[in-house]
């Protein structure tokens, strides 16, 4: 059973490595927005600490993850995904985001 731990620990570390470098965040960044310290963040990239629930979910708001991904490396379904977060935008607010989806769309283009 220690063994199957110690996979699930390297997994979830190399998942918080990824994200972390791929949003150009260092150890230190990371720190500062989780709460947790550098030095703690390395031993988990590594795999050799494991994470409480409390932990999972200061790393998933501080990389803007979900649990889901963080743990199990699924991504949301995209559409669901934005449409939950839509429900979310009170009806005032819904213009400046509608502009915000058009200008990201025609950047595309």
Do not use: W
């Not at 570390?13 to 960044?29: H, L, P, S, V």
């Not at 991904?69 to 559409?79: A, V």
């Not at 669901?80 to 400046?96: N, S």
């Amino acid at each position: 059973m220690a063994r199957k731990l110690k996979d699930v620990n390297i997994e979830i570390g190399a998942r918080i490595k990824n994200e972390r470098t791929a949003q150009k965040m260092t150890r230190e960044d990371l720190a500062k927005l989780s709460g947790y310290s550098a030095n703690f963040i390395q031993e988990v990239e590594r795999g050799r600490s494991g994470l409480s629930s409390e932990s999972i979910r200061a790393f998933a708001v501080a990389l803007n993850l979900s649990a889901d991904t963080l743990l199990f490396g699924r991504t949301p379904d995209s559409f669901e995904y934005v449409i939950q977060k839509l429900k979310a935008v009170p009806a005032e607010k819904m213009p400046h985001i509608l502009k915000i989806i058009d200008e990201a769309i025609e950047c595309t283009r």
